[in-house]
């Protein structure tokens, strides 16, 4: 039943990333036939995504069912939140059809749905940063027609290339039927198409590294014209901009700890890899989608008086609360 692989690779690693080939190494998201070990790390990754489903659910239920919750920013949110549920429902999918429905064209939907609801997450986060950037550098227009218009075309573009990055191994772009060396270190993803996602990834971490250092310049900017105007000590522009800044490190520095690793492996790896390497890269990544709920939507004070509401049996669909720049949160 289990098959022995290289010295360099872990014992037993069967399960949704089985070896497929001889070198018991490539991480197999494909599904197999034959019955399985139960694998901790799939487990884990199971359990991942049953509380990231839940987190995620929570967000998208009080921002689709609280009218006041229409402004682009708690849209950019709602997308967010909508992706990382995806992702926690992929991730609980495919551990129930490798285990207990195994079905290579359901594995294959599985695995598309896992790359669109990802890459929806992090087109999602770039989308967010845009958005907190114009707040503060269009400040006085930022309340207009245009800034809807540009949410819903970010929207369109986020999921429209999240659906068609999902597609690709869904419409034949896989290694099912190719030679080992053509899998990635995720299987059934082609080298390539990871190559691909990797890319894509790091231009969106360069873009967002661009963004918030901007935003750092601005909000030094607009700390010391209200330190000046004010008359506040030099001490407390100081604190107050670091502050800021503190709060930019904390959510770039929570993105980059997340995804580097598992992209920069994604780059580096091949199919001969030990398949623990994939899942101690994997894992963090799916981290990533557990704490944006925390850092995006509980942290929103309108989004805390709602839930409060709910928790204390007097929810209303119209709280009294101006909805704050994005800037603010």
């Known amino acids: 039943m289990m098959e022995k692989g290289p010295p360099n690779s872990s014992e037993g690693q069967q399960g949704w990333f089985s070896a497929r080939n001889d070198s018991g190494s490539s991480l197999d998201l494909e599904s197999v036939v034959r019955p399985l070990a139960l694998n901790p790390w799939d487990v884990v990754l199971c359990v991942s995504g049953t509380i990231i489903s839940c987190e995620n659910a929570v967000v998208v239920v009080v921002i689709f069912y609280t009218p006041a919750f229409r402004a682009p920013m708690f ?22 059809f490798v285990y207990f429905v195994p079905s290579e064209a359901v ?42 218009t540009r949410t819903y075309i970010m929207l369109i573009l986020t999921w429209g290339a999240s659906i068609c990055y999902g597609l690709l191994p869904v419409m034949g772009w896989n290694c099912l039927k190719e030679p080992p060396s053509a899998c990635s270190v995720v299987r059934p993803l082609t ?63 929570t993105f980059a700890s997340c995804w580097l690793p598992f992209a920069v492996y994604c780059l580096l790896g091949d199919y001969t890899y030990p398949a623990l390497y994939t899942y101690a890269t994997l894992l963090p990544a799916t981290y990533n989608s557990m704490i944006n709920p925390v850092i995006y939507a509980f942290r929103n004070q309108e989004i805390q008086k709602v839930l409060w509401a709910v928790c204390c049996g007097c929810f209303s669909s119209t709280p009294p609360f101006r909805s704050r720049s994005p800037s603010d949160v």
Do not use: P, W
């Not at 890319?199 to 935003?215: G, K």
């Open 191 to 253: 080298k390539n198409h990871l190559i691909i996602l990797s890319a894509s990834f790091f231009a969106v971490f360069a873009a967002m590294l661009q963004l918030y250092v901007q935003i750092c310049r601005i909000v030094c900017r607009h700390a010391h014209q209200i330190a000046v105007q004010r008359h506040f000590l030099a001490s407390s522009h100081y604190v107050t901009t670091r502050k800021g800044i503190a709060t930019l490190a904390v959510i770039l520095g």
């Open 107 to 148: 594995s294959l939907l599985t695995v598309g749905l896992l790359v669109t609801s990802f890459t929806a997450s992090v087109c999602s986060l770039l989308a967010i940063t845009i958005d907190r950037y114009l707040s503060l550098y269009n400040a006085l227009t930022y309340y207009s027609e245009r800034t809807v």
């Open 75 to 96: 849209l950019l949110i709602g997308s967010l939140a909508t992706a990382d549920l995806l992702a926690g429902l992929g991730l609980i999918l495919h551990f129930a």
